[in-house]
Nanobody, 118 residues
Framework: VQLQASGGGLVQPGGSLGLSCAAS????????MGWYRQAPGKQRDLVAT???????NYADSVKGRFTISRDSAKSVVCLQLNSLKPEDTAVYYC?????????????WGQGTLVTVSS
């Protein structure tokens, strides 16, 4: 399984950015796709996830500003980042996870850098 993320870059505070991640390979259809981020010197934290059933979960810090979506037919997960703040600066990683036959599977993309600065 491979995940290819794209869309990071430099944006001014208050601006918007869109991230996209395409997954390829043998992925069980019942899964959760999501985005995590890691700021310099900090641990990797959840940003948002979306299940194959459409259920979403967001970190409190991004609620109302970020929107996660997915195209399950194409195994693509997107994250729209609005009203960006300097504290949103981080490397953003996409993820797909599922459990099948009692075994957990967890795959990560290579990360894409989002920098929020004036």
């Amino acid at each position: 399984v491979q995940l290819q993320a794209s869309g990071g870059g430099l944006v001014q505070p208050g601006g918007s950015l869109g991230l996209s991640c395409a997954a390829s390979g043998n992925i069980y259809s019942t899964n959760t796709m999501g985005w995590y981020r890691q700021a310099p010197g900090k641990q990797r934290d959840l940003v948002a996830t979306v299940t194959s059933g459409g259920g979403t979960n967001y970190a409190d810090s991004v609620k109302g500003r970020f929107t996660i979506s997915r195209d399950s037919a194409k195994s693509v997960v997107c994250l729209q980042l609005n009203s960006l703040k300097p504290e949103d600066t981080a490397v953003y990683y996409c993820n797909v996870a599922y459990t099948r036959w009692g075994r957990d599977y967890d795959y990560w993309g290579q990360g894409t850098l989002v920098t929020v600065s004036s």
